[in-house]
Structures are given as C-alpha cells and as structure tokens.
C-alpha cells in the first residue's frame, strides 16, 4: 500500500520567516495531496491541497509543491505567524484505493516571538 | 463550508464497558465515512471505511467485534468501542466524504473525540 514519509518531525522558526516541510510518498498512482493542520485536541483542518495534474498552488501565505517524477510534495509557509504553531500532516490518496488517505506522521511546528 | 459533528468530545468510562461515538454530516450527504484513531503525538491511522448501507471495511489489525461502526444513513456514522480497556484509550476521529462535494475534495474531518478508558 501507499506510504508517506514526512520532515522534518520538529521545526522551528522565528516569526516572519519561512517554513518548509516535505512530504514523500511511494504510490505513483496517487493523486491527490493534501495538507492538514491540528492543533492539540482537535481534528485535522484542511489547508491547502493539490491534484495530480498541477505542480503547485498558492493560497496567501501558503503553497505546495508537487514533483510526481520523484514522488515529493512540500509544504511552504512564509511569514510565519504564531498562530501558525500546531501540528502538520500531508497525506495521498491512491486512486481506485478505496478514497483512503494515507497520512505523513506528521511535523511539530513551533513559530516563536 | 462542510461540516462533521462529532459527538462527544471527550468521554472517559470504565473498564469493560462500551462507548458509541456519533459523526453526523450536516449539511451534505456522506456517503463514505473514515474512523481513524490517533495516539499522542503520532499519526492519524485509519481503522475503518464505511459505505452507507454497507458493511464496514477494517484496516489490518483492527478488530472488527470491538470497534463495530454503523453507517445506516447518509448524515450518521457511529463507531462503538465495545468492552473497551486502557489500551484503547486514544483520540478518534471521523472523517466523511460525498464524492459530489467540492469542498476538499470531499473529505471533512470532525472534532475528535478523547476516549478514556479508566
């Protein structure tokens, strides 16, 4: 089955700067990719996300990249925010895999003052 | 924007017995739902799929007499944790999709739920 590699586990940034954090995955009949972010006790919420057929996205601050040659999609945050801090997972879905989901384990993002 | 209750948020029971959690799709139809469990800083990992009217299909590993999920109508999923124990004491989490929603492509998590088994 499919499976997601996700780095950094932690990352920290001063606020104003960049992030980045990357994603690989092993399916090459994956999809779609999408980004989520959890913040403690909550569920996932939706960020950004990105098809098969586009290699990138922007939505304000936020952008992801998409390589489907070497199976890498990554994450971009610029002028990072404290409210930014919280948890960040990608994940793929396989196409005929039932719609499944596979989520990165995740990366500890800590954007401090 | 799509919405999934999730329902309770935190739920703490006793050895032994069994604890139902309800995800309700409020304002579209959905037609597969995803129970995934999360342990403390780890990843979400999927337990369940389950098609509306169908019968659930579990993730290797996952025993399908204790986590029984219904998914009886197109608004309602529930997973009943049964003769729960410690161990099962996690984070559990819908997610509910609708193939004809455009909103993220269909797929929209809900709050959580904090199971603790005492």
């Known amino acids: 089955g499919e499976n997601v590699e996700q780095h950094p586990s932690t990352l920290s940034v001063q606020e104003g700067d960049s992030a980045v954090i990357k994603c690989t995955y092993s399916?090459?009949?994956?999809?779609?990719f999408p980004w989520y972010k959890q913040e403690l006790g909550k569920g996932p919420q939706l960020i950004i996300d990105?098809?098969?057929?586009?290699g990138e996205k922007k939505d304000q601050r936020i952008a992801v990249t998409l390589n489907k040659t070497a199976k890498h999609f990554s994450l971009h945050i610029t002028e990072t925010q404290p409210e930014d801090s919280a948890v960040y997972f990608c994940a793929a879905r396989v196409t005929g895999g039932g719609n499944k989901l596979t989520f990165g384990t995740g990366t500890q993002l800590k954007v401090e003052l | 924007g799509a919405v999934v209750s999730q329902h309770p948020s935190r739920v703490i029971c006793k050895s032994g017995t069994s604890v139902k959690i309800e995800c309700r799709s409020l304002?579209?139809?959905?037609?597969?739902m995803f129970w995934y469990r999360q342990f403390p800083k780890q990843s979400l990992m999927l337990m369940a799929t389950s098609n509306e009217g169908s019968k659930a299909t579990y993730e290797q590993g996952v025993e399908k007499d204790k986590f029984l999920i219904n998914h009886a109508s197109l608004t309602l999923s529930t997973l009943t944790v049964t003769s729960a124990h410690p161990e099962d004491s996690s984070f559990y989490i819908c997610?509910?999709?609708?193939?004809?929603?455009?909103?993220?492509?269909?797929?929209?998590f809900g709050s959580g739920t904090r199971l603790t088994v005492v």
């Open positions: 399916d090459s009949a994956s999809n779609y």
């Open positions: 997610s509910a999709r609708s193939p004809g929603q455009g909103y993220n492509y269909g797929y929209t």
């Open positions: 304002d579209f139809q959905a037609t597969t």
């Open positions: 990105i098809r098969s057929n586009v």
